[in-house]
Each structure stands twice: as C-alpha cells, then as structure tokens.
Nanobody
Framework: QLQASGGGLVRAGGSLRLSCVAS????????IGWVRQVPGKEREGVSC????????????YYEDSVKGRFTISRDNAKNTVYLQMNSLKPEDTAVYHC?????????????WGQGTLVTVSS
C-alpha cells in the first residue's frame, strides 16, 4: 500500500514537500516514483528513486522540466519517500501519485497509491 500526502495550494515560486508512506512490502526492494496527471492529459513521470537492491547508492531520475527544482529522497527507517518541490510553477499543477516497481520506470509502475493534489497559482 502506498499513501501520498502533502499536496496543497501554493503560489508560483513556492515550495511543497510530498510524502509517500509505504506498507505491506519490503520497502528497500522497490523503486518509488512520482507520476503526475492533469485531467484530460496523459500521466507524466516526474521523478524516481531506485531500490537499494545491489546498490551502494540510490539512483535518482528527474523529468527535464523539474530538474534543479525537485528533489526525491527516501527514508527506509520510515518507509517513506519524499519529493521536495521548490520554485513551483503553474504548470506543475496536477494530481501527484506515488508508485512502486522493482526498477525505476517512466510511468508504467505496477503498484499505485492514491494521489495528492498540487495547485500552483500564478
């Protein structure tokens, strides 16, 4: 199970931190990603952090439009992944879902949580 939270209304240039709490599986065995969706548009992969399987360090990936503004991290002690979003823009407005898969993928994850709404006003 994946539970996302932390969305809200923020002005352009502001920040939000999304959290995704996982349960029911071995957390470090899975990559966790954030995928956003605007009604009427396709889902868009935003960021992903790898699993710890076979790695000394976690790999992170970002969609081009969020590079330098968003930071993904994970706290395995809390079974939680965070997405720190800074310098938010109106085009970041979307429902943000966290999702899990054995490896990072763009958007075709096997396990999904409910979304949290992020609204950025201009």
């Amino acid at each position: 199970q994946l539970q996302a939270s932390g969305g809200g209304l923020v002005r352009a240039g502001g920040s939000l931190r999304l959290s995704c709490v996982a349960s029911g599986f071995t957390f470090d065995d899975y990559a966790i990603g954030w995928v956003r969706q605007v009604p009427g548009k396709e889902r868009e992969g935003v960021s992903c952090i790898s699993s710890g399987v076979g790695r000394a360090h976690y790999a992170t990936y970002y969609e081009d439009s969020v590079k330098g503004r968003f930071t993904i991290s994970r706290d395995n002690a809390k079974n939680t992944v965070y997405l720190q979003m800074n310098s938010l823009k109106p085009e970041d407005t979307a429902v943000y879902h966290c999702a899990a898969e054995r490896d990072c993928v763009v958007k075709d994850y096997g396990y999904w949580g409910q979304g949290t709404l992020v609204t950025v006003s201009s």
